[in-house]
């Protein structure tokens, strides 16, 4: 399967598991699974054919671990960054390392300082153990800045800190007390 293929299935299944399942007429369960033959049979009926092969493939080849399937294969998540409210991941709370890294763009920087990290349209902050990581993530909205997050201080004063199946630390807003600017 040809790599921008993949992508652009990627890039819909991310719309429909993490942020809008109703664009083709689907719902989430709690914890964010969808049957796997109704998303394949919606997504048809709505210009978006996928076959189980392609959909294994992206699975299979994200370079992020974007998505699981359940244990029976039946249904699929996305592992991390949703919006759609109340997807529960059933993460449990763990103890994050020292320091964890935020890519943003400089021109959010000032209004970082002013209030802080804040989830914005998604139901966490997404944080990194790799520095490299966050400069990826930085690129996506323009000149990259890598932010320094004090995540086992935090994490000591009551913040709690979950770690996605994919390895994403994931936790609510950052208070700028804990974020170190370059
Ligand atoms: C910024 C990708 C102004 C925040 C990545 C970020 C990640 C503020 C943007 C995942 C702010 C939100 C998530 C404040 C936060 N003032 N700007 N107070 N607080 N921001 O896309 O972390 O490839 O929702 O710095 O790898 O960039 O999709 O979050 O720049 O893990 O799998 O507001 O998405 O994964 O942007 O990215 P996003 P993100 P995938």
Same mark, same amino acid.
């Given at each position: ?18 942020? #809008?399942?109703? &664009? ?10 969808? /049957? !796997?033959? %109704?998303?394949? %049979? ?15 493939? !992206?699975? #299979? ?10 244990? /029976? %294969? ?11 409210? #109340? @997807?529960?991941? %059933? ?7 020292? @320091?964890? =890294?935020? +890519? ?5 920087? /000032? ?13 966490? !902050? ?18 990259? !800045? @890598?932010? &320094? ?12 800190? =979950? ?12 208070? #700028?007390?804990?974020? +170190?600017?370059?």
């Amino acid at each position: 399967m040809s790599k921008s293929r993949l992508e652009s299935t990627s890039k819909f299944l991310s719309l429909i598991l993490r942020h #809008a399942p109703e &664009t083709i007429g689907i719902q989430l369960d709690a914890n964010g699974w969808a /049957d !796997v033959a %109704e998303l394949l %049979e919606k997504a048809a009926q709505h210009g978006k054919p996928i076959t189980r092969e392609l959909l294994n493939e !992206v699975v #299979a080849t994200s370079d992020k671990k974007r998505f699981a399937f359940s244990a /029976d %294969e039946q249904s699929i998540r996305a592992n991390q960054g949703h919006s759609v409210a #109340a @997807v529960d991941l %059933e993460l449990r709370p763990t103890p994050p390392p020292p @320091v964890l =890294y935020h +890519g943003t763009a400089s021109r959010f920087v /000032d209004s970082i300082k002013a209030t802080g990290l804040r989830s914005q349209s998604r139901n966490h !902050v997404h944080l990194s153990s790799q520095m490299e990581t966050a400069v990826s993530v930085g690129k996506r909205h323009g000149s990259p !800045v @890598v932010l &320094t997050i004090q995540a086992q201080a935090m994490h000591a004063q009551g913040h709690p800190f =979950y770690l996605s199946e994919n390895g994403v630390w994931l936790t609510a807003d950052v208070p #700028a007390a804990f974020i +170190g600017f370059p």
